[in-house]
Structures are given as structure tokens and as C-alpha cells.
């Protein structure tokens, strides 16, 4: 019997059984089920803004996913493959269903077979390789609705940061950027600006439903104070505290494994000290209103400076608030702190604010985290022979996670995936009107090889010691 066509778009209509994620039978169309499509290649915050603007509109947003071969025919090359890009959208807190190999132009069939009405996109255009609009049996069903698009990012400008070497997205201080302080143009323009920002940072930490309160963001000062950014909410009696960190650049499947799995290992420890037996989690809705998870994870980011100090170049290829809303939309995450330092020492542990939140007033002596967690291997290796988590280990909460299936994915990686295809992003960017690509690819690759003799000079001579 053949396959079932959609006559306006020509995708196959799954049978039952087939369609790529449950449900397989059609389930009914509901005014606040959501449907959003799109590649969300290596994920940055301009995807995560779309979900939660999208998000608002309804109680669930189904996230459609198209395949590498059908981006490639209608786009160009994906730098992320369709698994890695499938982990990012299902971290994404605003996301309830993510379905892989969605049709590149939008099919209603499918949206009706998943239950949602109408279909959610940026104000900005989406064409398939013929140059026609990807939404256009969508609008002619009068089934569109349009959020705004986040200004300022997109996977062209981050191909071309890497292409071209540039370090102008650097934020040297961004409490100072948020307050206006820092930043091209005129004062009037930079107060502005900052506010925007961190009305983005509030906006990306509400709760799943895109509106209440959700997670807590701090930004660590230069006199090692915690300035708060978002209140949100804090941890909850009985929760242990674990911590992470890292500089989560281009924020792809290797951070988002890390974190999950820093969840599932929490889960696991849950499960053993009977977190989710039937009376605790009785008890814990009688005496809070909700039941919640066994572990509260706060995850510092470190800043541009110290991110270029370790790995040099033009690393960071994210800016700090770039990187910041990457984590701060994790669904994996409680707690966020820009400015981390690369070290986190025991004084820096005992002061983080759900620490000192947790901390009984007739304790004699200062609370550190359940646990600190960290790979086994070094995504931002150190320039001395300082272990970072020499105090972690020294007070026995230091865990080494094991090895997961995306263990090296991280933004070197990401960034030699694109030089190794040169050519092919080349001509993307050409088509995109950015200059120079060319150039700037050479000229990273002549920058590489200079770090990489640094770096073998500095551990001859540390090994000559």
C-alpha cells in the first residue's frame, strides 16, 4: 500500500506506528497545544526566546525538527547532527514534545496529528530551496501566529564570529553592561541596552509555563559579593545542593548530557534515601503545597576574561550573556551564577547564596554543597598545574561524572566541525552577505597553530620543573 502524501506539501503522513514520537493515533486539536518548527542548529538563546514566546501562547508547544538531509537540500550543511540538536530542544524548559524529521515546509496534517491548532514562528522569513515561504499552507488555514524574533543573534552571526576570529562580542564586566556602563554608542543607547538585557535574563528564567517565577540568577561581583538578578526560587527543604561549572560555550549536547546527567545521578541518590517512596512524596505535598525534585543545581558560568585567559584565541564565541541564557533556559538548572570563578574554592562555595539559604542558624560552622560535579575530562584546561577542584576534593563532595555519549562535543570541537567543512560555510555566509569569511578561516587556522606550539612550550617547560 503506498505511503499517504500530504498533497500541498508532498511530505509523507505517517500511518500509526510510524509517526516519529507518541502519540500514534491523531489526538484532538486543542486552541492551546502549539506547534513550532525550525532546525535550532548548535542552540543559542535566540531559539530558546522563540519557545518562550511562543510558549506564553498556550499550556504546551510541541517542537518540530527538521532532519540533516532536509536542512541540507533546502539550507545548507547543519553544523549539530539531528540527535545532538534533538537533546538541545528537549532541555529547553518552554518545550513539552520535541518530534525529529518534521517536514522543512510545515505540514498540516502533522500539527493536526499532534493535537495543535496553530503554528508559532519569528517575524522574520523561512523559505525552502524553491524561495517560497515554509508557512504558507499554514497562513492560507489562517492557523499562524507570529512572535517577535530576538534581535542581536543567530547560527550565521556565531559561524561567522568563528570563521572571521573576532573578539568584539566580549563583555568585560557585565554588570557594568547591564548598568550601562559598557558598550558601543551613546550613553542614552547603552542604558537602554542593558535594560533590555537583563529584562531578557528575568524573562528566561520563568517557569515552564513562560510566565511565573523560576529559577534564581545571581552575578558575582568583583569584591566577591552576590548581586541578585532574578529572585525566582530558591531551594526547598531536604533538597541537597550540588554545583557545577564551566564556560558552556555554543551550549550544545556536551553540556546538555553533562547536566542531565548530573540530574539522573541526583535522581539515582534520591531513590536510595527513599525520595520518591509514596509517603514522602505525600508528606512533601502536604507540607508544601507541591511535590519537587531531590537535588537543587546551581551552575556558574565564568566570565569572557577567564575563558580567554585558558583557551585564547577568540574563545569565548559566545559573550557571557549570551552563554548565561543558554544555561539559564536549561530545564537541568535551579540556580545561576554569571561570573563564576574558574576556581571554586571553599571560601566561594560556603557564600553561594542557596548555600547560606540552607545553612541552619544554630550551625557553629559555614555549610558547603552536597556536591561538586565536574567530568572526567578538562573542557577548559587550566595554564598551571593547579587542579581547580583541589578544595572540592580535599572536603570529599568532589564527583566525577561518567563518560556519556556526547562526552566531546564541546566548542572546539563545534568550531573545528565548521573549519573542517570550510568551504561549504563559506558559501552560506557568502549568500548571507558576510565578507571576508575566507580570510578569517585562514587566519584562525594560522591562530590555532600558534596556541597549540604555546601550549606545548608551556608544558615542556612546566615538566623541565
Known amino acids: 500500500m503506498p505511503p499517504k502524501i500530504d498533497p500541498e506539501v508532498g511530505c509523507e503522513i505517517p500511518e500509526p506506528g510510524n509517526w516519529p514520537v507518541d502519540p500514534q493515533e491523531d489526538v484532538a486539536i486543542a486552541e492551546d497545544r502549539l506547534w513550532i518548527d525550525g532546525c535550532f542548529d548548535f542552540f543559542h538563546h535566540g531559539h530558546a526566546g522563540v519557545m518562550l514566546q511562543s510558549r506564553r501562547l498556550g499550556t504546551e508547544l510541541v517542537v518540530g525538527l527538521h532532519s540533516d538531509e532536509e536542512i541540507r537540500a533546502n539550507k545548507g550543511p547543519t553544523v549539530m547532527s539531528l540527535k545532538e540538536r534533538v537533546s538541545a530542544v528537549e532541555a529547553c524548559r518552554f518545550s513539552t514534545k520535541c518530534v525529529p524529521h518534521a517536514p522543512y515546509v510545515t505540514s498540516l496534517p502533522w500539527i493536526s496529528h499532534y493535537g495543535c491548532k496553530y503554528v508559532t514562528h519569528g517575524d522574520d522569513i523561512t523559505s525552502d530551496a524553491s524561495g517560497e515561504d515554509c508557512y504558507r499552507f499554514v497562513k492560507k ?18 559561524v561567522g564570529r568563528m570563521l572571521l576570529c573576532t573578539k568584539e562580542h566580549f563583555i568585560r564586566s557585565l554588570v557594568d553592561t547591564l548598568r550601562g556602563r559598557e558598550g558601543a554608542g551613546g550613553e542614552g543607547e547603552k542604558v537602554e541596552r542593558g535594560q533590555r538585557m537583563a529584562d531578557r535574563i528575568s524573562e528566561y528564567a520563568a517557569a515552564p509555563d513562560g510566565v511565573d517565577s523560576g529559577i534564581q540568577v545571581y552575578s558575582l561581583n568583583g569584591d566577591s559579593t552576590f548581586m541578585p538578578m532574578v529572585h525566582g526560587l530558591g531551594p526547598k527543604p531536604d533538597q541537597r545542593i550540588v554545583y557545577v561549572d564551566g564556560g558552556f560555550d555554543l551550549f550544545s549536547s556536551g553540556h546538555i548530557a553533562f547536566l ?7 535522581e539515582k541518590n534520591g531513590r536510595e534515601r527513599g525520595w520518591y517512596s509514596d509517603e514522602a512524596r505525600t508528606k512533601r505535598t502536604r507540607d508544601h503545597g507541591e511535590d519537587y525534585s531531590p537535588a537543587f543545581v546551581i551552575a556558574g558560568i565564568h566570565s569572557d576574561e577567564v575563558i580567554n585567559h585558558h583557551k585564547g584565541l577568540n574563545y569565548p564565541i559566545m559573550n557571557i550573556f549570551e552563554r548565561g541564557l543558554c544555561v539559564v533556559q536549561c530545564r537541568y538548572v535551579h540556580q545561576v551564577v554569571f561570573g563564576a570563578p574558574y576556581a571554586p574554592v571553599k571560601a566561594y562555595l560556603e557564600s553561594l547564596p542557596a548555600v547560606k539559604a540552607t545553612t541552619s542558624t544554630a550551625s557553629q560552622h559555614p555549610r558547603l554543597p552536597d556536591a561538586v560535579y565536574h567530568g572526567p575530562t578538562s573542557y577548559m584546561p587550566a595554564t598551571s598545574s593547579e587542579d581547580p577542584y583541589a578544595d572540592a576534593k580535599a572536603t570529599g563532595i568532589f564527583v566525577e561524572t561518567p563518560e556519556h555519549e556526547f562526552q566531546d562535543v564541546n566548542a572546539a570541537q563545534i568550531v573545528q566541525r565548521i573549519l573542517d567543512r570550510r568551504g561549504e560555510y563559506e558559501e552560506r555566509q557568502r549568500k548571507k552577505g558576510v565578507k571576508g569569511v575566507g580570510e578569517g578561516a585562514l587566519r584562525r587556522r594560522e591562530m ?8 606545548e612550550r608551556r608544558e615542556w617547560k612546566s615538566g623541565a620543573q
Open 260 to 266: 542531565k546527567l548530573v540530574t539522573t545521578i541526583e
Open 141 to 158: 488555514a489562517g492557523r499562524m501566529k507570529i512572535v517577535p524574533r530576538t534581535p542581536g543573534i543567530s547560527t550565521t552571526d556565531l
Open 448 to 455: 590555532e597553530d600558534e596556541a597549540a606550539l604555546e601550549k
